[in-house]
T-cell receptor
């Protein structure tokens, strides 16, 4: 099956610092990746759609200058949380769309294991 | 009103029970309906997906979609302790991959 990895799995940082999270599709090419945020006992909330070679599309209410997304290759997307604050503490999950998987009408999305960010 | 509503539970059942998990939604444009399982501190994994209305069965799992009622269900037969996890429903209106998730239902299957 398709595998998506995330690095780091958890990070603790001081308020005001920036944190970069990597999302990689290990055995397939992903022209589209998604970034989600999940608070404890809450659902996954889509933050942005990352397309290889173009600017990310952000969901309403998500600050694009705070959450920088770079999809530089077909297997790597990065999310940088700039000037992190305690309220940014959350579980960040990426997913990658495998257009070679599934049917013509449905493309399966594979999720990474998540990154737990704690901002002190 | 949220686009997708799901009772967070928790739901506790004895081993071997039939489990019924449900979601309701408001957006009639949704055509793709998924169920994901998420273990603690892990990413979601796809269990089943259904296109439009109807039933789909895979082993002990059955997914049902009733678009007229905007209601989807996941049934787990002969539940096992290893089924203990959070189950998330998710929906999509098109083939873009953009998913809208329910809150997730926490299930505990007791031996």
């Amino acid at each position: 099956g398709a595998v998506v990895s995330q690095h780091p799995s958890r990070v603790i940082c001081k308020s005001g610092t920036s944190v970069k999270i990597e999302c990689r599709s290990l055995d397939f090419q992903a022209t589209t990746m998604f970034w989600y945020r999940q608070f404890p006992k809450q659902s996954l909330m889509l933050m942005a759609t990352s397309n290889e070679g173009s600017k990310a599309t952000y969901e309403q209410g998500v600050e694009k200058d705070k959450f920088l997304i770079n999809h530089a290759s077909l297997t790597l997307s990065t999310l940088t949380v700039t000037s992190a604050h305690p309220e940014d503490s959350s579980f960040y999950i990426c997913s990658a769309l495998n257009r070679a998987s599934g049917t013509v009408t449905y493309n399966e999305q594979f999720f990474g294991p998540g990154t737990r960010l704690t901002v002190l | 009103q949220k686009e997708v509503e799901q009772d967070p539970g928790p739901l506790s059942v004895p081993e071997g029970a039939i489990v019924s998990l449900n979601c309701t939604y408001s957006n009639s444009a949704f055509q793709y309906f998924m169920w994901y399982r998420q273990y603690s501190r892990k990413g979601p994994e796809l269990l089943m997906y259904t296109y439009s209305s109807g039933n789909k069965e895979d082993g002990r799992f059955t997914a049902q979609v009733d678009k007229s009622s905007k209601y989807i269900s996941l049934f787990i037969r002969d539940s096992q302790p290893s089924d203990s996890a959070t189950y998330l429903c998710a929906m999509s209106a098109g083939n873009t991959g953009k998913l809208i998730f329910g809150q997730g239902t926490t299930l505990q299957v007791k031996p």
